[in-house]
């Protein structure tokens, strides 16, 4: 993931839905843009490079929607 256009965190804690149905057990990585330019760099660089993002709110959904998977990146 070098050249991401802003830091990303590889995230070793376990990461589960709402309803903790689903957990993700594995490390990933997660980034946080504070603007939409920020986000809009984000998805650019994701897509030149076939990487999967995964977007997270408040984690509550109870499918498991929120859940990255570890070739996905957290947003």
Known sequence: LEG???PL???HTPL???G???VQLEPFFACAPTS???LAALVRF?????LPLRARGGGHALH???VPATSELLV
Request: aromatic share 8%.
């Open 4 to 6: 991401a256009p802003l």
């Open 9 to 11: 965190e590889r995230v």
């Open 16 to 18: 589960s839905d709402f």
């Open 20 to 22: 903790l149905y689903h």
């Open 36 to 38: 939409i330019d920020e």
């Open 46 to 50: 994701a897509a030149d490079r076939g």
């Open 64 to 66: 498991g929607g929120s």
